[in-house]
């Protein structure tokens, strides 16, 4: 993502990661709503980079990572590229 655009979204990232905190949360979570939480987390950090370090070390997101591996193919491919973004040169985080 060019420079720009991501400076567009610094403003919304502190309330983009407590909604998706909540999702990991709620009980009534769609499997839709897993699938695209993971996805933009992955996204979040492949643009934001280390911005992105202490949010993706938070023990939700390897929750929602776990519960998508878990679940159908593309959500687990989807789930493994998050935690490949995730783990990205982080010693000692496993993939």
């Known amino acids: 993502m060019p420079q720009k655009?991501?400076?567009?979204l610094v403003p919304f990232l502190d309330r983009t990661i407590e909604f998706i905190s909540r999702c990991s949360v709620d009980k009534h979570r769609s499997h839709a709503v897993?699938?695209?939480v993971i996805a933009l987390l992955g996204?979040?950090?492949?643009?934001?980079?280390?911005?992105?370090?202490p949010v993706l070390?938070?023990?939700f997101v390897q929750v929602l990572i776990?519960?998508?591996?878990n679940a159908d193919e593309s959500?687990?491919?989807i789930a493994n590229y998050?935690?490949?973004?995730?783990?990205?040169?982080?010693?000692?985080?496993?993939?």
């Open 82 to 95: 998050t935690q490949t973004v995730r783990c990205a040169g982080r010693e000692g985080c496993s993939i």
């Open 43 to 53: 996204d979040l950090g492949q643009s934001f980079g280390l911005r992105m370090l």
């Open 34 to 36: 897993l699938k695209a």
């Open 75 to 77: 959500t687990k491919s």
């Open 5 to 8: 655009k991501q400076e567009i």
């Open 57 to 59: 070390s938070q023990p």
């Open 66 to 69: 776990q519960e998508g591996v």
